[in-house]
């Protein structure tokens, strides 16, 4: 077995009205947010999922199933914790995240920083070592059209020594 694994990551939900709109655990002020079981924080379900893949855990749905009404409104870094958890207990920890949150709006340049910390504190990581950009789909698709917003996450564990 190697030393290290890499595991991909990818979610997307739908935009509603009525909902708040969180992304990496920070809730970003927006007249729309995501639906979903959870609090819908579609960085943190992408980083989760490429978490699991990478030790061939499966996935947050495993975990974390929408039909268990205990994990409605569930805040997503509470999961991740979790999952960290998990994966110290295999005998893994984290050596880098980079990812990408794809929304038309809102801009999500100023709130980078904010999700980056937010994501480190929880995983016990240095902010350097999570990577976080965003873009538009160039007003193509259900993301372009702002029905939904995406991320897409890759993970590099390595074994503990």
């Not at 949150?101 to 929880?122: G, N, Q, S, T």
């Amino acid at each position: 077995m190697s030393a290290i694994r890499i595991g991909n990551g990818y979610d997307l939900h739908q935009l509603v009205a009525g909902r708040p709109l969180i992304l990496g655990g920070v809730q970003i002020d927006h007249c729309l947010g995501l639906l979903g079981h959870s609090d819908a924080d579609v960085l943190t379900h992408a980083i989760m999922d490429a978490l699991l893949g990478a030790l061939s855990l499966g996935d947050i749905g495993h975990y974390f199933p929408p039909s268990d009404p205990k994990w409605a409104g569930a805040n997503s870094l509470d999961l991740l914790a979790q999952v960290n958890d998990l994966l110290h207990a295999q005998g893994w920890q984290v050596g880098n995240i980079d990812s990408v949150v794809v929304a038309e709006r809102p801009k999500l340049k100023p709130h980078i920083a904010a999700m980056r910390d937010r994501l480190a504190e929880v995983l016990q990581l240095n902010p350097t070592q999570i990577g976080i950009k965003a873009t538009t789909n160039e007003q193509l698709g259900p993301v372009g059209e702002e029905r939904a917003i995406v991320s897409y996450a890759v993970a590099l564990l390595e074994q503990i020594e």
